[in-house]
Structures are given as C-alpha cells and as structure tokens.
C-alpha cells in the first residue's frame, strides 16, 4: 500500500470511530434534552402521536406549576443535609475502617473484611426493614437523621478506602511512628493526606447515590417537608399522573444540585471512575 | 549518642520461620555498625527490631543500658533511613524534616534553626520549599538523611539507603554518609548487601547468613581473616577462589593437590594441617584472586605454588586484569596488575602467594589456617 492509500484506510477507520461515539453521545443525551423540551410543552404536545420536537410556545408555566406543587424550598435543604451528613460519614467512617482493615493487625481481621465484604454483595433492599424498624423504635423516623442513617457506614466506601491504604507504602507509616506519632497521629497527620484523592471520588460517588436514592427516602420520611427531591418528585407524579411537562419541569428544577456538583467535582468525579476502573 | 546491646534476640514469626537466631552484639558509642549479608539473612529483620517495628520474640535490646524491648519506637529516641526514603509526599521538604519537632512540641523558632543547620549540611537549603516528587533520587536520599539528622537521635539506622541510586551517585553519598558520620560522631546501624558500602563505611561489620551471625569484626580483619566459607565467598570482589584439595604429606612437605596441581604449603599452615589431623583428608582451598600472579618475580619466589590454567576470559579493568580460567570445571580469577598479553586460549603460568592461602575444612567449612 502506498502513503495516499494508508491515509485514507487511517481517515476513514477515524471517522467510524467517530461516527460510533456521536452515536452513542447521542443515546445518551436523548432523554435529558426530551425531558428538556417537554418541560416547555402543554400537556397535549407531551401526548402527540407523531411526537413534536419543539415546543410550538415555551411554557413556563410548568415551571410555576411544578414549584407550587411542591415545596422546593424544603426539598433542597433536605437533599443537600442528607447528602452532606451522608458524604461526611462515607468518607470520615469509610476512611477510618479502610486505614484499619489496610495497615493494622488485629485478631479477626480477616473475618471482618469478609463481613463487610458480604455486605456489599447482599442487594441493598435486604437491610430496608430492619433499618426502618430500629429507627421507628426510637422515633427517628420522618427526620433528617432518618434519611442519614443507612449512609452513616459504607461497606462500598471501606473497601473503596482499603484499596487507597493498600497503595501506600508501610514505610511512610513507620517512618511516622518513628518521628514520634502514635497509631492516630499518623492516620491523621500522614496517611489520610495521601488518600484526598480517594475521599474525594468516594464523596462524589456517596453524594450521586444519595441524590438518587428514592425507596429510602420514600419509606422512612412520609412527610412532605422531609422529603428529599426523589421523593417529592415521586410524589408528584402521583398527583399529576398524565401531567409530564410538570413533572420534567419538577425533575429539571431537582437536577440543578447535581449539575452544581458536577460542575465544581469534575475532576475528582472522572478520577473517581477511573480509580474503580469503571472508565 | 548512645552504645546498644543485643542480647540473645531472636526473631521468629507466627508460621514457625526463625529469621533471626540468637543475635548477639555490643555496639559502643560513636561506632558505625554495618549488618551484611545475601537477601532473606535476617539484617532488615534486626534492625527493624532495634527500631521498634517488629517485635522481639526473646532475647534483649538495650539502648544506653536501658532494656527497650516493649519500648514504643517513637520513645526510642531512634531515627531510620528507609531504603524507599518513606518521605511524607503531602508535605514540602521543610515540613518533613520538621514533622518530628513539631509533634515533640518544640519552639518554632529552634525547629527553624535546626532544620535550616540541616539543610546547609546536606545542601538542601534551596529545596525546602519542594515537595519530595519534584526532586531527584539524591535530593530524596539527603531530604531522608536531613530529617533523621535534625532528631538528634541516640542511634541512627539505616536500612539500604542507597540502593536506590545510580552506581556513581551511590559513590558520592557513601563518602557524604561518612562525613556525617565524622561529624556528628553518632552511633549508625546500617544495613546493606553491598559489600563495597560495608568495607568503606563501617568501623565494625556484621555478616549474616541465613539469620545466623557468621563474624563480626573489622573490614580488614573480616577480609584477611573470614572465619568460614561463607564470609571468605562474600567479602571481596571478585570473591575468593576456592577449590577441593587433597592434604598430603610428600618428602617431609604438607602439600595440596587438586586440579592435577601440586602446591607446597609454607610452614605455618603445614604446621596446621597436621597438627588437626588433615593429612590424608580433603579441604578446602582459598585464595583471594589479587593474590594469584602471573609476573616473573612472583613465579620465582612462590615456585613451589605455581598452577597453569588455560585463559577462558580476559577483562581489562584499566589499573588491573581479570583472567577467567577453570581448575577442576571451578571458576577461577586472577587479579594481575599491570597489563598482561595473555588472551583467551592461551595458557598461562600462575603463582599463589603461600602467604594468602586460605584452608577451610570441607566439612565444617569453618577456616583452619589463613
């Protein structure tokens, strides 16, 4: 094959290449950009066979609707509590645990990673009634507490932060307690500083499940102003069972705190998945 | 500073592995202790034992007459060189070097002092502000050295500190470490499989093998005078040559026949063999390769121990010659000064010094005579 040949055989195998990721950009960005446009439809357009794609007027009626159905207000200062106190716990309990499973010897050690092992394999809905009975018994429930509690520890984020541990070498640990720190001192003063990196992609992580955690939510808190948005946007869709153009004008509204968090934890967020291999 | 005692340690693990058996040394005050020896022997072992970082499983560690043993390492008054360096990569090279007097409290104005004096020791003072990723393998070495030296430790340990390094980087850090050690007149435990570290650097050496202390001595004395087969095969570069060898007694001489060669051994080591009752038994053979030669002189004077050998390799080393060759499918090396015209195939007359020669016994391999 000559050069012109060899050229052509390279542009065109980076055109499919190119061709196979708008493909797949677009799938992905189809339903976020509908439930865009159907926010600034009537009802009627949401429902037309064959669809619409543009609005022919933007409503923002939706909008006022939406946010008079709900209280917005509440909902926002219950998500961000929950997602705060949850992101504090993951990552100062997760980091604790994971700095304790990955660097100190203790009898059982084993067994109990194992435990926290199996944990995380068990599907998530297995602890609800449990979960919802110990906080009903002491009258946690329809609190912000209630919504903290199953992210107070994080079988994910202990594995998540063992592995970090693991990745430091034991010198930097021993050349601490020489320098005169105690087993907490070095944790503090010297190990933890070198895992931000991982606690950082573990608060994104718990911050992104938290934001998308409906069942718990839904079952622990009834009250409308304990509500986080999932749940109160679920709850729209209960009263306004047709209505869509509200209910993405709901969901839109709900979506604003993540973009901010996506857009200030940019970085960490892709460093994150690329940690877990997920990239 | 500060003198310390090993007293009977040993150091065996919960699967039953002993890899430090019945250590036993008395390191004075000021000294500079080199632990040598093959990988698994048991030197890192040790000394991660006087640090604190392993426990002891019996036996004694004393530091300036106090027993330490169930002693914490940060209450050792003990500062460690690792082999990785184990720099703090968060914090600048100021901030490692001061981490240990902040914790133990101290006026910021003395740390200021103390790690700048350090720094100015060991040429660091325009990288305080880095971070240890931004410097080199020697800047990291001498950042590890700074914040052992502003501890003013009873005992500084070192734990292969320059392995890391390029051959003549390591060259220049073992004449700064020396320095130090001059300077600061501080008692150091080192650690090192690099027999040229441990000849150049230390006032005594310690070889070790398999977990067991084989000799502790001077360089001169452990080079002169190894007291086994081990410790002759491991000090000395190229390492001794050795080869089975057959005691007889042949017109009222002790000579030593292997290899179809006959040599003649001098009075004290014929003494020797007879007087243990090696007449007639196989021993061993030792000679250090600068001792076997090639020039007139040394045929003529030590002609009752000359060989011919068959010349498998030649290597010019500039000031001095190796001449590979096999006795007995043994590897032989002849270290000639000078320069010689022999080449591979040749074969070549060479003389042993009967002064050098070392006998082991083949069984014990422990030295009979040297």
């Not at chain 1, 976020?32 to 439809?41: E, R």
């Not at chain 1, 911050?207 to 069942?215: K, P, Q, R």
């Not at chain 2, 230390?202 to 081990?230: A, E, S, W």
């Not at chain 2, 179809?260 to 000679?287: P, W």
Request: charge should be neutral.
């Amino acid at each position: 094959m000559n050069n012109s040949s060899l050229e052509r055989a390279r542009k065109i195998r980076t055109a499919g290449i190119y061709a196979f990721f708008i493909i797949g950009s677009i799938v992905m960005i189809f339903p976020f950009v509908w439930m865009l446009l159907t926010s600034f439809k009537t009802v009627e357009e949401s429902m037309m066979v064959p669809p619409t794609i543009l609005p022919a007027a933007w409503q923002l009626k939706n909008f006022t609707d939406a946010m008079a159905s709900l209280p917005f207000g509440a909902l926002y200062k219950n998500t961000l509590l929950m997602i705060f106190w949850r992101v504090v716990c993951a990552v100062v309990f997760s980091s604790m645990a994971g700095y304790a499973f990955a660097k100190l010897n203790f009898k059982g050690k084993d067994l109990l990673f194992s435990i926290v092992l199996v944990q995380q394999m068990l599907p998530s809905q297995i602890f609800i009634t449990p979960q919802y009975q110990m906080l009903a018994k002491v009258g946690l429930t329809n609190s912000i507490f209630g919504l903290v509690f199953p992210g107070l520890v994080s079988a994910f984020g202990t594995f998540f932060m063992r592995q970090a541990y693991l990745g430091i070498p034991n010198e930097i640990a021993e050349a601490a307690y020489l320098d005169g720190c105690n087993q907490w001192q070095s944790f503090v003063k010297v190990m933890a500083p070198l895992t931000t990196a991982s606690m950082a992609a573990l608060a994104v992580f718990t911050a992104v499940f938290a934001y998308g955690d409906l069942m718990w939510p839904l079952i622990v808190n009834t009250d409308l102003n304990l509500m986080t948005l999932s749940s109160g946007l679920a709850t729209l869709r209960g009263q306004f069972s047709t209505n869509f153009p509200v209910m993405m004008a709901g969901s839109l509204l709900a979506m604003i705190p993540m973009v901010v968090l996506y857009l200030f934890f940019q970085k960490q967020f892709i460093e994150g998945v690329a940690m877990t291999g997920g990239k | 500073m500060a003198s310390v005692q090993l007293k009977n340690v040993c150091k065996k693990y919960p699967n039953g592995y002993e890899a430090v058996k019945d250590f036993n040394l008395d390191i004075e005050d000021k000294e500079f202790i080199i632990f040598v020896g093959p990988s698994g022997c048991g030197k890192s072992t040790t000394l991660r034992m006087v640090a604190g970082l392993e426990d002891i499983s019996s036996g004694e560690l004393i530091i300036d007459g106090k027993v330490v043993n169930d002693v914490e390492p940060k209450d050792r008054d003990i500062a460690m060189v690792f082999q990785s360096y184990a720099l703090y990569p968060h914090m600048t090279v100021y901030d490692n070097m001061a981490f240990s007097l902040k914790l133990k409290k101290v006026p910021k104005e003395e740390i200021d002092k103390k790690v700048r004096e350090a720094a100015r020791i060991l040429d660091l003072e325009k990288l305080l502000d880095r971070k240890p990723r931004a410097l080199s393998g020697g800047q990291r070495q001498r950042v590890a050295m700074g914040r052992a030296i502003v501890r003013s430790p009873k005992v500084f340990l070192m734990d292969e500190p320059l392995s890391n390094l390029d051959a003549k980087l390591r060259g220049q850090m073992r004449v700064e470490i020396s320095k130090l050690h001059q300077r600061l007149g501080s008692t150091i435990i080192y650690v090192t499989h690099d027999q040229t570290e441990a000849m150049t650097l230390g006032t005594r050496i310690v070889v070790m093998k398999d977990g067991i202390v084989q000799q502790i001595d001077t360089p001169q004395n452990l080079y002169d005078h190894p007291c086994n087969k081990f410790v002759a095969g491991f000090i000395g570069s190229p390492q001794m040559n050795m080869i089975d060898a057959a005691a007889a007694e042949e017109n009222g001489k002790v000579v030593l026949k292997f290899a179809g060669q006959t040599i003649v051994l001098n009075e004290n080591r014929a003494k020797a063999l007879k007087e243990g009752g090696y007449i007639g038994k196989t021993v061993t053979l030792g000679i250090r390769p600068e001792d076997v030669s090639a020039d007139e002189e040394a045929l003529e004077k030590f002609a009752n121990s000359t060989f011919e050998a068959e010349v498998r390799v030649y290597e010019m080393l500039g000031a001095t010659s190796l001449l590979h060759f096999d006795l007995d499918n043994t590897g032989w090396v002849a270290s000639l000064s000078g320069r010689t015209d022999a080449r591979p195939g040749d074969k070549v007359r060479l003389a042993m010094d009967t002064e050098k020669i070392h006998i082991f016994d083949h069984e014990t391999e422990k030295t009979i005579v040297d």
